[in-house]
C-alpha cells in the first residue's frame, strides 16, 4: 500500500510540473506575441510616415515644377518656385553645404546656442518650480510676478539682450532660456502641487524625511510632466536662437535664412528651415531616449 500511494504522489507530483511547465509556456508564448504585435504596429507607423513624408514632397515638386501643372493659383507657371523653392534644389543645396563643409560651423553656432538654451532653462525652471511648489508663502509673494513676466512677449527682449551681451551666442542663449524656462517651471510646479495627498501621509507616516519625499514621490511626480514639457521646449529653443540670428549675428544657421532671404533665394530658405527641423527632431529623438531610460516605471508606450 505504501508503495502505491508512494507512486500516485510521484504521478501527482509530475502532473502538476507538467501543468506549471505548461502554464510557463504559455504566458511565454503570450508575452512574445504581445511584443511583436508591438514591433509590428511600430513598423506601420513607421511606414505611414515615411509614406506620408514622400507623399508632402512629391506634392512640393509636383506644385512647383514648371509646365507639370496647369495654371490655377499664380499667372506664370515658374511663381510657384520662386515663392516656395523646389525641392530637387534645396536637397541639392543641402548637399553642397555637408560636402563643401559650409553650413558645419553654422550649425555648430546654432545648436551650441540651442542647446546651452535648452540646458540651463530647463534647470532653471526644475529648481524654481520645485522650490515654489514645495514653499506655498514663497508662491504666493511670487505668483504676480511670475505671471507677468510670463505674459510678455519674450520676442522683445531679444534687441535688449542684444544690448546687454552683444551680437555673440549669450544674447540668443538668453533668450533661448526666458522661452524654455517657463514651460518647464510650470510643468514642474503643476506636477509637484498634484501628487496624491494619501501618498505623502503614507509615506510620512512610515517615517520619510522631506529629502525622502523630495527624492521618492516629488520628484517622480514632476518628472512625467518635465518630460511632456521638454518635448516642446526643444522647438522653442531653436526658435529663439534663430530669432536672436535674425536680429544681430554673423554666423549661425539664421543668419544664413537671413542673408538668403535678402537675396529672394528661396531654395536656400527651405533647405535652411529643412537643416533646423532635422536637427530639432534628432534631439527630441534623444529626449524621448532618455525618458525612456530614466522613467522605467512608466509603461512603454504601444
Known sequence: MSGITAMTQEMKAAGAAANAAQHE??????????????????????????????FV???????????????????????????FGEPAEIFAR????????EIYRHLGVTLYETVL?????????????LWLALSPFAAAVADPFIKGLNSMPRVILAPIFAVWFGLGPASKIALGVTLVFFIIF????????????TVLANARMLGASRKDLLRTVYMPS?????????????????????????????????????????????????????????????????????EVRLMKWVPPQK
Not at 514632397?57 to 509636383?62: E, S
Not at 510650470?186 to 495627498?197: A, K, M, S, T
Open 186 to 197: 510650470f510643468n514642474v510646479y503643476q506636477g509637484v502641487r498634484e501628487v496624491n495627498p
Open 25 to 54: 509556456t504559455s504566458a511565454s508564448d503570450a508575452i512574445q506575441n504581445h511584443d511583436k504585435r508591438i514591433r509590428a504596429r511600430r513598423l506601420r507607423i513607421a511606414l505611414w510616415q515615411w509614406a506620408l513624408l514622400v
Open 94 to 101: 543641402i548637399r553642397d553645404w555637408f560636402v563643401g563643409g
Open 222 to 290: 514632476a518628472m512625467s510632466w518635465v518630460f511632456s514639457s521638454l518635448h516642446t521646449s526643444v522647438g522653442m529653443a531653436f526658435v529663439a536662437a534663430v530669432i536672436g540670428e535674425y536680429l544681430g549675428s554673423a554666423e549661425g544657421v539664421g543668419y544664413l535664412i537671413l542673408q538668403a532671404e535678402t537675396t529672394f533665394d528661396m531654395n536656400t530658405v527651405m533647405a535652411g528651415i529643412l537643416v533646423l527641423t532635422a536637427c530639432a527632431l534628432l534631439i527630441d529623438r534623444l529626449v524621448t531616449f532618455a
Open 57 to 83: 514632397f512629391f506634392f512640393w515638386w509636383a506644385m512647383t515644377k514648371p509646365g507639370l501643372l496647369p495654371n490655377f493659383f499664380f499667372d506664370n507657371d515658374a511663381q510657384a518656385a520662386f515663392f
Open 117 to 129: 538654451a535648452f540646458v540651463i532653462g530647463t534647470a532653471a525652471g526644475l529648481a524654481v518650480g
